[in-house]
Nanobody, 124 residues
Framework: QVQLVESGGGLVQAGGSLRLSCVVS????????LAWFRQAPGKEREFVAA?????????SYADSVQGRFTIFRDNGKNTMYIQMNSLKPEDTAVYYC????????????????WGQGTQVTVSS
């Protein structure tokens, strides 16, 4: 059974930074494409970023976070990260880790496995 556990959320002022982590267990980590999605109160879940399977050479980002967020993976630690810089109040949301055994997760086709989410709150 694949399990995803996020951590690293919290409260930060606008302009600040946070790094979220997602530990994946129950499978061969390098075989999973990974992604982050988020959901703000009263809004639908939206895509944030994705990284390809194996060495993660391919990455994609939502326009809203391009240039501010960086997704990366450490196969030796079974962990995916997202470094979030220049945070804005509109980045406030619950951030979810997503995974699946495929080459790449797409914005319109999330993977089958989800974490429980971690809250990120950005104050103005």
């Amino acid at each position: 059974q694949v399990q995803l556990v996020e951590s690293g959320g919290g409260l930060v002022q606008a302009g600040g930074s946070l790094r979220l982590s997602c530990v994946v267990s129950g499978g061969t980590f390098s075989n999973y494409a990974l992604a982050w999605f988020r959901q703000a109160p009263g809004k639908e879940r939206e895509f944030v970023a994705a990284i390809s399977v194996w060495s993660g050479t391919t990455r994609s980002y939502a326009d809203s976070v391009q240039g501010r967020f960086t997704i990366f993976r450490d196969n030796g630690k079974n962990t995916m990260y997202i470094q979030m810089n220049s945070l804005k109040p509109e980045d406030t949301a619950v951030y979810y880790c997503n995974a699946d055994q495929r080459t790449m997760i797409r914005e319109t086709l999330p993977g089958n496995y989800w974490g429980q989410g971690t809250q990120v709150t950005v104050s103005s």
